[in-house]
């Protein structure tokens, strides 16, 4: 695992505008039905990553803007409720997802955005210009890096527990990390399950 120093890792570097897939009418990345874009390139290379493809920023193939319309159409469905960025890394390809996050704002302001990062929200409050202006412009923002040595398969929508599922608009209002109020983990219901039976 890798971990950069401040502002180390520019987007204008090492984004080759690359993208490992497209996933339209999805139920697993992020509340309700969405639209799930995962960029290529990813430098944290987690021991244990689902995904490692996804390390080599050419894996894929470029963002197109027909792809751009694609999504675009894809998100005016009455039924889906938002874009999530997964990867790959989409803060090292915010020339990519940077139009379209702010493009979904303008044309569809009721849908909401998630992005998954290996960049801690501190890291994050510490990044360039170009990162914290796509985090301006996300909703959910699940942080950190996955770590084998806390995988967790109980947990809701992450997979080790020092991830965070973090609400961005009042976190950046409130100037420390809040936690998304839906959070549910399974393990808490094995927890009071427990509980129950003992009682």
């Keep these: 695992m890798n971990h950069p120093k401040p502002q180390e890792w520019r987007a204008q570097d090492m984004s080759k505008g690359y993208i490992a897939d497209y996933k339209p009418l999805n139920f697993v990345d992020g509340e309700g039905v969405r639209n799930s874009l995962y960029v290529s390139g990813c430098p944290f290379h987690c021991e244990g990553c689902y995904n490692e493809a996804t390390w080599n920023f050419r894996f894929g193939t470029p963002y197109t803007k027909e792809l751009e319309e694609r999504i675009m159409s894809d998100m005016a469905l009455s039924y889906v409720q938002g874009l999530t960025l997964l990867g790959g890394e989409p803060f090292l390809n915010t020339g990519t997802v940077l139009p379209l996050v702010k493009r979904i704002r303008r044309e569809l302001p009721d849908k909401d955005i998630w992005s998954w990062t290996g960049y801690t929200w501190d890291e994050l409050m510490l990044e360039t210009p170009d990162k914290l202006e796509l ?48 959070l549910n983990d399974a393990e808490n219901d094995v927890v009071q399950f427990h509980k129950e039976k003992m009682i």
């Design 135 to 182: 985090l301006d412009n996300i909703d959910i923002l699940v942080d950190g890096r996955f770590d084998l040595s806390k995988k967790n398969l109980l947990l809701q929508f992450r997979g080790s527990s020092n991830q965070r599922i973090i609400d961005v608009p009042k976190s950046l209002k409130a100037g420390h990390v809040i936690i998304w109020d839906k």
